[in-house]
């Protein structure tokens, strides 16, 4: 069965600082896909990224970079120089190839980022 | 380009009362999911459908909820009669579609946060 930790609950940052977020995932397939979810106070979750688990490349967009690491089981994201606007629940989230591609959710981690 | 659209946005009922919620996912998307998301807790798929056929609603409590995505497009979902606990947020879904050795980003609606009391 398929599973994904985000054992951090709540973290507060204060503006500018650097924060990652902690992601772990377990699955059976050597097929599956990561991705990132951002949920703000509005309630809409909105695609951040998709990794497929033959991609271990490091990615970065502008502020934030996600870090795979196919040997740690984990899918971290980094926020560099974070802003008041980053504040929102961040789900990670793994998914099988195939016709039912559903995700499965992390329990969220809630980031707050005081000016 | 539209994104999906659920109505309504919120929605107060009594328990063993009936509650229909409605999704319009985004034009030309062949896959569409209703997720129930309760306080503090990741979204939780009920069903999916790809086209107007389902595909997976294992986790659908069939005694009380259901749903039907007609002609392929708009979907509802509707749960009768409402316990306390179906107290959440219905996140509806779509993607371009499933299959095919891949898994395509999902785009959400805005929800319905439901309290039953």
């Known amino acids: 069965a398929q599973k994904v930790t985000q054992a951090q609950t709540e973290i507060s940052v204060v503006e500018k600082e650097d924060v990652t977020l902690d992601c772990v995932y377990e699955?059976?397939?050597?097929?599956?896909?990561l991705f990132w979810y951002k949920q703000p106070p509005s309630g809409e979750l909105v695609f951040l990224i998709r990794r497929n688990s033959f991609d271990e490349q490091n990615e970065i967009s502008g502020r934030y970079s996600w870090n795979f690491q196919k040997s740690t089981s984990s899918f971290n994201f980094t926020i560099t120089a974070s802003q008041v606007v980053d504040s929102a629940v961040y789900f990670c989230?793994?998914?099988?190839?195939?016709?039912?591609?559903?995700?499965?959710f992390g329990k969220g981690i809630t980031l707050s980022v005081r000016p | 380009e539209a994104g999906v659209a659920q109505s309504p946005r919120y929605k107060i009922i009594e328990k063993r009362q009936s509650v229909a919620f409605w999704c319009n996912p985004i034009?030309?998307?062949?896959?569409l999911y209703w997720y129930q998301q309760i306080l503090g807790q990741g979204p939780k798929l009920l069903i999916q459908?790809?086209?107007?056929?389902?595909?997976?609603d294992s986790q659908l409590p069939k005694d009380r909820f259901s749903a039907e995505r007609l002609k392929g497009v708009d979907s509802t979902l509707k749960i009768q009669p409402a316990k306390l606990e179906d107290s959440a947020v219905y996140l509806c879904?779509?993607?371009?579609?499933?299959?095919?050795?891949?898994?395509?980003?999902?785009?959400f609606g805005p929800g319905t946060r439901l309290t039953v009391t």
């Open positions: 879904a779509s993607s371009l579609r499933s299959g095919g050795g891949s898994s395509y980003e999902q785009y």
């Open positions: 034009s030309g998307h062949a896959t």
């Open positions: 459908f790809q086209n107007n056929g389902v595909v997976d």
């Open positions: 989230a793994l998914s099988e190839p195939g016709a039912n591609s559903k995700l499965t």
């Open positions: 699955t059976r397939d050597t097929t599956y896909y």
